[in-house]
Antibody, heavy 119, light 112 residues
Framework: QVNLVQSGAEVKKPGASVNVSCKGF????????ISWVRQAPGQGLEWMGW????????NHAQRLQGRVAMTIDTSTNTAYMELRSLTSDDTAVYYC????????????WGQGTLVTVSS | DIVLTQSPLSLPATPGEPASMSCRSS???????????LDWYLQKPGQSPQLLIY???KRASGVPDRFSGSGSGTDFTLKISRVEAEDVGVYYC?????????FGQGTRVEIK
Protein backbone atom coordinates (compact mmCIF):
# COMPACT_ATOMS: atom_id res chain seq x y z
CA GLN A 1 0.00 0.00 0.00
CA VAL A 2 1.41 3.35 -1.08
CA ASN A 3 1.98 5.75 1.79
CA LEU A 4 3.86 9.03 2.17
CA VAL A 5 4.81 9.96 5.74
CA GLN A 6 5.94 13.50 6.47
CA SER A 7 7.90 14.97 9.36
CA GLY A 8 6.21 16.79 12.21
CA ALA A 9 5.08 20.36 12.72
CA GLU A 10 7.66 23.14 12.92
CA VAL A 11 7.72 26.62 14.41
CA LYS A 12 10.33 28.96 12.96
CA LYS A 13 11.33 32.59 13.35
CA PRO A 14 11.36 34.97 10.38
CA GLY A 15 14.57 34.65 8.41
CA ALA A 16 15.15 31.04 9.44
CA SER A 17 15.02 27.92 7.27
CA VAL A 18 12.82 24.84 7.55
CA ASN A 19 13.40 21.32 6.30
CA VAL A 20 10.45 18.98 5.73
CA SER A 21 10.88 15.30 4.94
CA CYS A 22 8.62 12.86 3.11
CA LYS A 23 9.27 9.11 3.27
CA GLY A 24 7.72 6.83 0.70
CA PHE A 25 6.42 3.35 1.45
CA UNK A 26 4.90 0.60 -0.65
CA UNK A 27 6.20 1.51 -4.10
CA UNK A 28 9.38 1.77 -6.17
CA UNK A 29 10.59 5.18 -5.00
CA UNK A 30 12.97 5.75 -7.90
CA UNK A 31 10.21 5.19 -10.46
CA UNK A 32 8.27 8.27 -9.37
CA UNK A 33 8.85 11.88 -8.54
CA ILE A 34 7.65 13.91 -5.58
CA SER A 35 5.92 17.25 -5.79
CA TRP A 36 5.55 19.71 -2.94
CA VAL A 37 2.32 21.68 -2.55
CA ARG A 38 1.50 24.16 0.18
CA GLN A 39 -1.70 25.58 1.59
CA ALA A 40 -1.78 28.76 3.64
CA PRO A 41 -4.43 28.91 6.39
CA GLY A 42 -7.89 29.03 4.83
CA GLN A 43 -6.43 29.30 1.35
CA GLY A 44 -6.08 27.16 -1.77
CA LEU A 45 -3.30 24.94 -3.06
CA GLU A 46 0.02 26.20 -4.44
CA TRP A 47 2.46 23.96 -6.32
CA MET A 48 6.03 24.57 -5.21
CA GLY A 49 8.09 22.19 -7.27
CA TRP A 50 8.91 18.62 -8.30
CA UNK A 51 11.89 16.33 -7.92
CA UNK A 52 12.61 13.13 -9.80
CA UNK A 53 13.01 10.05 -7.63
CA UNK A 54 15.25 8.60 -10.33
CA UNK A 55 17.97 11.20 -10.78
CA UNK A 56 17.09 14.16 -8.55
CA UNK A 57 16.23 16.52 -11.42
CA UNK A 58 14.12 19.38 -10.14
CA ASN A 59 11.59 21.88 -11.40
CA HIS A 60 10.68 24.74 -9.06
CA ALA A 61 7.99 27.38 -9.10
CA GLN A 62 9.48 30.61 -10.38
CA ARG A 63 8.29 32.67 -7.40
CA LEU A 64 10.22 30.47 -4.99
CA GLN A 65 13.40 30.33 -7.05
CA GLY A 66 16.43 30.85 -4.87
CA ARG A 67 14.62 30.08 -1.62
CA VAL A 68 13.62 26.45 -2.09
CA ALA A 69 15.77 23.36 -2.42
CA MET A 70 14.49 19.83 -3.03
CA THR A 71 16.58 16.72 -2.56
CA ILE A 72 16.11 12.97 -2.35
CA ASP A 73 17.85 10.13 -0.56
CA THR A 74 17.16 6.92 -2.46
CA SER A 75 18.81 4.83 0.27
CA THR A 76 15.97 5.74 2.63
CA ASN A 77 13.23 6.52 0.06
CA THR A 78 12.95 10.02 1.46
CA ALA A 79 12.43 13.39 -0.20
CA TYR A 80 13.34 16.67 1.47
CA MET A 81 12.17 20.22 0.94
CA GLU A 82 14.12 23.13 2.42
CA LEU A 83 12.66 26.62 2.38
CA ARG A 84 14.95 29.50 3.37
CA SER A 85 14.50 33.11 4.46
CA LEU A 86 11.09 32.40 5.94
CA THR A 87 8.48 35.11 6.37
CA SER A 88 5.01 35.02 7.88
CA ASP A 89 3.67 34.46 4.34
CA ASP A 90 5.30 31.02 4.42
CA THR A 91 3.06 29.88 7.26
CA ALA A 92 1.21 26.96 5.69
CA VAL A 93 0.63 23.23 5.61
CA TYR A 94 3.20 21.67 3.31
CA TYR A 95 2.24 18.49 1.45
CA CYS A 96 4.34 16.07 -0.52
CA UNK A 97 2.62 14.09 -3.25
CA UNK A 98 3.73 11.32 -5.57
CA UNK A 99 3.87 12.37 -9.21
CA UNK A 100 5.40 10.32 -12.00
CA UNK A 101 6.56 13.39 -13.92
CA UNK A 102 5.95 17.06 -13.29
CA UNK A 103 2.89 16.98 -15.59
CA UNK A 104 1.11 13.86 -14.34
CA UNK A 105 -1.52 13.56 -11.58
CA UNK A 106 -0.64 13.80 -7.91
CA UNK A 107 -1.90 10.35 -7.05
CA UNK A 108 -0.88 9.90 -3.41
CA TRP A 109 -0.42 12.62 -0.80
CA GLY A 110 1.35 12.84 2.53
CA GLN A 111 -0.48 13.86 5.67
CA GLY A 112 0.87 17.39 5.60
CA THR A 113 3.33 19.31 7.79
CA LEU A 114 2.31 22.58 9.44
CA VAL A 115 5.04 25.19 9.35
CA THR A 116 4.39 28.28 11.44
CA VAL A 117 6.60 31.33 11.02
CA SER A 118 6.31 33.68 13.96
CA SER A 119 8.55 35.96 15.94
CA ASP B 1 0.94 30.78 -16.01
CA ILE B 2 -2.38 29.12 -16.84
CA VAL B 3 -5.28 30.45 -14.75
CA LEU B 4 -8.07 28.09 -13.74
CA THR B 5 -11.39 29.62 -12.67
CA GLN B 6 -13.84 27.47 -10.76
CA SER B 7 -17.54 28.08 -10.24
CA PRO B 8 -19.50 28.21 -8.12
CA LEU B 9 -17.23 28.89 -5.14
CA SER B 10 -19.87 27.45 -2.81
CA LEU B 11 -22.30 24.66 -3.68
CA PRO B 12 -25.05 23.59 -1.27
CA ALA B 13 -25.97 20.03 -2.18
CA THR B 14 -28.86 17.75 -1.26
CA PRO B 15 -28.11 14.09 -0.44
CA GLY B 16 -29.30 11.84 -3.25
CA GLU B 17 -29.46 14.71 -5.72
CA PRO B 18 -26.93 15.50 -8.48
CA ALA B 19 -24.37 18.29 -8.23
CA SER B 20 -21.96 19.78 -10.73
CA MET B 21 -19.18 22.32 -10.80
CA SER B 22 -17.15 24.02 -13.48
CA CYS B 23 -13.48 24.71 -14.17
CA ARG B 24 -12.44 27.05 -16.96
CA SER B 25 -8.88 27.41 -18.19
CA SER B 26 -7.21 30.51 -19.61
CA UNK B 27 -5.77 28.34 -22.38
CA UNK B 28 -6.58 25.03 -23.97
CA UNK B 29 -5.53 21.95 -22.02
CA UNK B 30 -6.06 19.65 -25.02
CA UNK B 31 -2.90 18.16 -26.47
CA UNK B 32 -2.36 16.65 -29.93
CA UNK B 33 -2.44 13.18 -28.35
CA UNK B 34 -6.11 13.76 -27.56
CA UNK B 35 -5.60 14.06 -23.80
CA UNK B 36 -6.92 16.93 -21.73
CA UNK B 37 -4.44 17.66 -18.96
CA LEU B 38 -6.94 18.54 -16.27
CA ASP B 39 -7.29 16.77 -12.92
CA TRP B 40 -9.81 17.04 -10.10
CA TYR B 41 -9.02 16.69 -6.39
CA LEU B 42 -11.19 16.59 -3.28
CA GLN B 43 -9.97 17.89 0.05
CA LYS B 44 -12.25 16.64 2.79
CA PRO B 45 -12.31 18.64 6.04
CA GLY B 46 -9.07 18.22 7.96
CA GLN B 47 -7.56 15.90 5.34
CA SER B 48 -5.01 15.98 2.55
CA PRO B 49 -6.29 16.37 -0.99
CA GLN B 50 -7.07 13.16 -2.87
CA LEU B 51 -7.09 12.52 -6.61
CA LEU B 52 -10.56 11.95 -8.09
CA ILE B 53 -10.25 12.44 -11.85
CA TYR B 54 -7.24 12.71 -14.17
CA UNK B 55 -6.91 13.52 -17.87
CA UNK B 56 -10.26 15.24 -17.71
CA UNK B 57 -12.45 12.16 -17.40
CA LYS B 58 -10.58 9.15 -16.01
CA ARG B 59 -11.55 8.11 -12.50
CA ALA B 60 -8.65 7.41 -10.17
CA SER B 61 -8.38 4.04 -8.46
CA GLY B 62 -11.05 3.51 -5.80
CA VAL B 63 -13.13 6.56 -6.73
CA PRO B 64 -16.87 5.81 -6.72
CA ASP B 65 -18.58 5.86 -10.10
CA ARG B 66 -20.96 8.60 -8.97
CA PHE B 67 -18.08 10.99 -9.79
CA SER B 68 -17.54 11.83 -13.43
CA GLY B 69 -15.43 14.36 -15.28
CA SER B 70 -16.12 15.79 -18.71
CA GLY B 71 -15.12 18.60 -21.00
CA SER B 72 -12.35 19.48 -23.39
CA GLY B 73 -10.10 22.39 -24.27
CA THR B 74 -10.90 25.16 -21.82
CA ASP B 75 -14.19 24.09 -20.21
CA PHE B 76 -14.48 21.20 -17.79
CA THR B 77 -17.17 19.86 -15.47
CA LEU B 78 -17.14 17.57 -12.45
CA LYS B 79 -20.46 15.89 -11.72
CA ILE B 80 -21.64 13.93 -8.72
CA SER B 81 -24.63 11.85 -9.80
CA ARG B 82 -26.05 11.38 -6.28
CA VAL B 83 -24.44 13.38 -3.50
CA GLU B 84 -23.58 11.59 -0.29
CA ALA B 85 -22.73 13.14 3.08
CA GLU B 86 -19.10 12.00 2.73
CA ASP B 87 -18.68 14.12 -0.43
CA VAL B 88 -18.43 17.38 1.54
CA GLY B 89 -15.21 19.31 1.16
CA VAL B 90 -13.41 21.53 -1.32
CA TYR B 91 -13.00 20.39 -4.90
CA TYR B 92 -9.98 21.70 -6.82
CA CYS B 93 -9.16 21.43 -10.48
CA UNK B 94 -5.51 21.44 -11.49
CA UNK B 95 -3.93 21.57 -14.91
CA UNK B 96 -0.95 19.36 -15.74
CA UNK B 97 -0.28 20.72 -19.21
CA UNK B 98 2.97 22.50 -18.47
CA UNK B 99 5.07 23.75 -15.61
CA UNK B 100 3.98 25.21 -13.30
CA UNK B 101 0.83 23.21 -12.63
CA UNK B 102 -1.76 25.54 -11.15
CA PHE B 103 -4.93 24.98 -9.16
CA GLY B 104 -8.32 26.59 -9.32
CA GLN B 105 -9.51 28.42 -6.23
CA GLY B 106 -11.80 25.56 -5.24
CA THR B 107 -15.52 24.84 -4.98
CA ARG B 108 -16.76 24.18 -1.44
CA VAL B 109 -19.52 21.56 -1.33
CA GLU B 110 -21.69 21.45 1.77
CA ILE B 111 -24.82 19.52 2.58
CA LYS B 112 -28.04 21.50 2.75
Amino acid sequence: QVNLVQSGAEVKKPGASVNVSCKGFGYAFISYGISWVRQAPGQGLEWMGWISGYNGDTNHAQRLQGRVAMTIDTSTNTAYMELRSLTSDDTAVYYCARQTTSITPLDYWGQGTLVTVSS
Amino acid sequence: DIVLTQSPLSLPATPGEPASMSCRSSQSLLQKNGNNYLDWYLQKPGQSPQLLIYLGSKRASGVPDRFSGSGSGTDFTLKISRVEAEDVGVYYCMHALQSPPTFGQGTRVEIK
